[in-house]
């Protein structure tokens, strides 16, 4: 029978079929450019599945460098297959979202924008390589079930035009049981302030990756910020192992006064310096909170500093 039959009689999507014969758990022959399955192997195989297994223990990585390098040429060749297969192998091998994104994805992603800089790379196969790795997160980005931590939206000022970062931090909230919202690029801000007023948001985090666009972030911020809600911003420069620990840690009080101490006072997190300016991520997009202080004047943070975690 062929692979697309096989699948239907297993119960499985067609691509989980096809990673199967990739890993050689499912044999197949190819036949005139198609896979052609045995039946005693299909029910082998369903004998196989049956049969309860305990949980996977989770993957000990020593080093994600090969991984990121896998990914790297994956994307260059436009190889999308074998970027689902990778991230299917690291997420089901435990690893959590945070950290393909942080050490796995964003480092290839980077590459791929210093190759376009010094021109080894064209501006289509560095836009295709973003859309692969936005389809790849989609897959593992579904509303968990059970009852959600919250309400999140995702969003980003209308003057931002990367679109993954957002959907990176949207992948991790969704992971840690949030119900997300995420509204891409290209949303006015009147519109999002209303989008996140009727759908009672208890979190919003707003993303921005380049430092022309962190104005403009910050004034949105300031105008979604409410009682009960929090409000984070992203920039380059931190981590999604930063989001995640920052969604999952108490809200903090307000920020100490100047010259004083406050047992409330901001937890401020270690910044990273952001990666070349390019048309593919430079680096994770930090996801901080905007200082409590005023947005414009001389309060107004330096963009380059590390910022503190202040209250939504």
């Known amino acids: 029978m062929s692979l697309a039959e096989a699948a239907v009689s297993l119960g499985v999507h067609y691509q989980t079929a096809y990673r199967w014969v ?42 994600f460098g090969r991984f990121a390098d896998r990914l790297l040429a994956d994307l260059v060749v436009g190889d999308e297959a074998g970027v ?48 692969i790795c936005e389809r790849a997160l989609a897959r593992w980005a579904p509303h968990p079930p059970g009852r959600p931590r919250g309400v999140a939206v995702v969003c980003s000022p209308a003057s931002e035009g990367h679109e993954l970062p957002g959907l990176m ?3 991790v909230l969704r992971g840690l049981r949030w119900r997300v919202h995420h509204l891409g690029v290209g949303v006015p801000a009147d519109s999002i302030e209303r989008l996140v ?12 990756t380049l430092p022309e666009t962190l104005g403009d972030a910050r004034e949105l911020v300031g105008r979604l910020r409410a009682p009960g809600r929090r409000v984070l911003l992203g920039r380059p420069g931190l981590t999604m192992s930063d989001l995640a620990a920052a969604v999952s840690a108490p809200e903090p009080g307000p920020a100490a006064p ?6 409330g006072a901001e937890r401020r997190l270690p910044s990273n310096p952001p990666g070349p300016s390019s048309p593919a991520l430079q680096s994770s997009p930090a996801l901080q909170g905007d200082p ?21």
């Not at 299909?42 to 080093?63: G, H, I, K, N, Y």
């Not at 005023?294 to 943070?301: F, K, L």
């Open 84 to 131: 689902r297969e990778l991230f299917s192998d690291l997420v089901e091998g435990g690893v959590s979202l945070a950290e393909v994104c942080d050490q796995v994805l964003s480092p290839a992603l980077r590459a791929i924008g210093e190759r376009w800089s010094r021109g080894e790379l064209s501006i289509a196969v560095e836009h295709r390589a973003s859309a």
């Open 258 to 263: 100047a010259g004083g101490s406050s047992e």
């Open 22 to 63: 990739r890993r050689g758990v499912l044999p197949a022959v190819k036949v005139a450019g198609s896979y052609e399955i045995d039946t005693g192997d299909l029910e082998a195989l369903r004998r196989d599945r049956r049969t309860p297994e305990p949980p996977p223990q989770r993957r000990q990585v020593r080093s």
């Open 197 to 208: 007023a009727d759908e009672g948001a208890d979190l919003v985090v707003v993303s921005a």
């Open 292 to 312: 409590a202080g005023p947005i414009n004047g001389a309060d107004r943070p330096d963009p380059g500093a590390a910022q503190a975690w202040g209250p939504g």
């Open 169 to 171: 931090a949207a992948t």
